[in-house]
């Protein structure tokens, strides 16, 4: 499907997906998912759900396609979470290359609900959030806390060229702070060279740019540049406690004129490494 666009759907705008989705359990996928689409220079807003999403299918790729300003209207006002490009339950071997999205919840997520299998496999090459609430969102829904399950099937991301401009605040999800990067609950999660740049006039609440926490294990970011965060509490954050994230290496990273701290490690947290930052004021 190329040159396509899709404007004020009720739901979705694409839907690449089983025609039965599957909440019957973590490790359960559904049968007869989609293969081998490709999605090219796709558009859409006004969406009701999300631009793209995902479910229970195979070897999927989009390209240079922009989705932004959702309605967020199959939701409960001020809890929508409506998405650029969701990568949901189920989706596995899924490629994206030079995508953007402006002014949604998530820019990208990648995630499963509690009873569903996670997105595995998931493969980023060029993407640009501009004014997302949270830019770049990887979890698993259900398998967060300390007295989850862990997940079964929430594992490897590779990304590269994540650029997020100035997330915000917005109505449509009334209780999520801004964030560049959230991992939640996923592991063996690569990212490499990014640029997170934040608006120095905005408050931030002293909330963490990025955040590595809820069980996310086997995470390692590499080659970025955070500025413009002056009101956050962290450029990068990784979460201690009793769900603590596990064996996370953050190297190479210039932060420029940003938050309090470069990198923030929570309490207890003896397995991340840290180096060669660099912090200009």
């Known amino acids: ?38 999605l090219d220079r796709a558009s859409g807003y006004g969406f009701g759900d999300d631009g793209i999403t995902t479910h229970h299918s195979d070897y999927i790729f989009i390209s240079n396609s922009h989705f932004c300003d959702p309605s967020g209207r199959s939701h409960k006002k001020g809890f929508s979470n409506s998405n650029g490009i969701e990568i949901d339950d189920g989706s596995r071997f899924v490629w994206l290359s030079n995508n953007s999205t402006a002014r949604c919840f998530g820019g990208l997520e990648i995630k499963a609900h509690a009873t569903s299998s996670a997105a595995t496999g998931v493969f980023i090459s060029g993407h640009l959030s501009v004014h997302d609430n949270r830019s770049f969102n990887f979890r698993h829904i259900g398998h967060h806390k300390a007295e989850d399950p862990d997940s079964l099937s929430a594992y490897n991301i590779a990304a590269q ?5 100035a997330p915000v ?11 560049a990067l959230v991992v939640s609950g996923f592991r063996n999660v690569a990212i490499n060279r990014f640029r997170f740049i934040g608006d120095p ?68 947290n003896k397995k991340a490494i840290v180096d060669k930052i660099k912090a200009d004021l």
Request: aromatic content about 10%.
């Open 1 to 38: 499907m190329k040159n396509v666009a899709a404007y004020n759907p009720g739901l979705h705008c694409f839907d690449i997906s089983s025609p039965t989705y599957n909440y019957g359990g973590d490790g359960i996928r559904a049968r007869g998912g989609s293969k081998f689409i490709w």
């Open 161 to 165: 060229n994540l650029v997020s401009v």
């Open 169 to 179: 605040f917005a109505d449509m999800y009334a209780g999520s702070s801004p964030r």
């Open 201 to 268: 006039s905005y408050d931030y609440a002293n909330n963490p740019v990025a955040a590595i926490q809820y069980k996310a294990a086997n995470v390692s970011l590499a080659n970025g540049k955070v500025s413009g965060f002056c009101t956050a509490s962290a450029d990068i954050s990784i979460a201690g406690g009793k769900q603590p994230a596990v064996n996370v290496k953050v190297e190479n990273i210039q932060c420029i004129a940003s938050a309090k701290k470069s990198v923030s490690i929570g309490k207890g």
